[in-house]
């Protein structure tokens, strides 16, 4: 059982959801329509409560608009991207930046903080929750924010919105630099991602737990949520063994970890509804665009066949 303070929440399945498809993407400013949009909810609704969105951007404005219009019953927890205010030579990818785009990134970090409190108040029966950022305190991240200025981005959230305010970041920041963060926050938002830290999936679950209860353990009157955990499908082998990714695997994790955040009342939103292509480099397995669901095609994969066996959508 969770030994932590539960957020004051109905219970509900909770999913990652982005909504871009082929040739779409948030760096080409092409972004999903409406009517694409009201398919993927049409889709989830009825499965999933809880929908997790990372920008404030067109397609947050859409996705906000289709839910009020169409009536849909989802919650969301929705984040600002804040972009890189430093550069983090640790990044195996590349996060330095010149003085002019850190400068321009720390501007429109702002105006993402300025737009998800204005969201926040516009929407509040459907925003249930909102993040003050996404993986930009870990020493890996390519958008590195200095942990003094995510400070102050929540501090000006929570004056300007009512609702419960965090930060999304892997777990292993939480157990010890982020301490100061967990004073100003309502709730700790953790990453969990077995495959990625070289676990086979029998390890999986049990490091699932570990992960959680790591922080859970350290912080007993502060609720902890999960706000990514899920399993790839395909991989090009770097970061990522191939034989450690299959619909078969997925499958595996995903009734897992449902199962277990259900007994333990962890709320746990599975990483990601469908795949993206855009995301990470040029190959086709490319494990960052294959962790979907469903296929960018909006078919379901193996660990939804029998929930959408009389769907359409098949």
Known sequence: ??????????PGKAICYSGFREGQSPESGIYPTYEQIKEDLLILNNHWKYLRLYDCDKQTDIVLEVIQKEKLDFKVMLGAYIGAEMNNFGCP???????????????????????????????????????????ALVHWTDHYVPLENVIRYVRMIKKGAKQPVTFCENYVP?????????????????????????????????????????VAD?????????????WATNSNGRGISIGNVSQDLQEIYYNDLVNWSEEDD???????????????????????????????????????AKLFADSRIV
């Open 1 to 10: 059982m969770n030994r932590n303070k539960p957020l004051t929440i109905a």
């Open 93 to 135: 990818w590349g996060g330095t930046y010149s003085e002019e785009e850190l400068n321009k990134n720390k501007e429109r970090n702002l105006n993402q903080i300025q737009k998800l409190i204005q969201l926040a108040n516009q929407y509040p029966e459907i925003i249930f929750s909102l993040s003050a950022g996404n993986e």
């Open 174 to 214: 939480w157990l010890d630099k982020l301490k100061d963060l967990v004073e100003e926050i309502d709730f700790i938002s953790i990453h969990t991602y077995p495959v990625w830290e070289y676990k086979n999936i029998h390890e999986a679950m049990e490091y699932t737990k570990q992960n959680y209860y790591s």
């Open 218 to 230: 350290k912080y007993p009157n502060k609720p902890v949520v999960i706000t990514e955990a899920g």
């Open 266 to 304: 962890v709320l746990t939103f599975v990483f990601e509804a469908f795949d993206e292509p855009w995301k990470g480099s040029q190959e086709p397995l490319e494990p960052e665009k294959h962790w979907g669901l469903f296929t960018v095609d909006r078919k379901p994969k193996k660990v939804m």
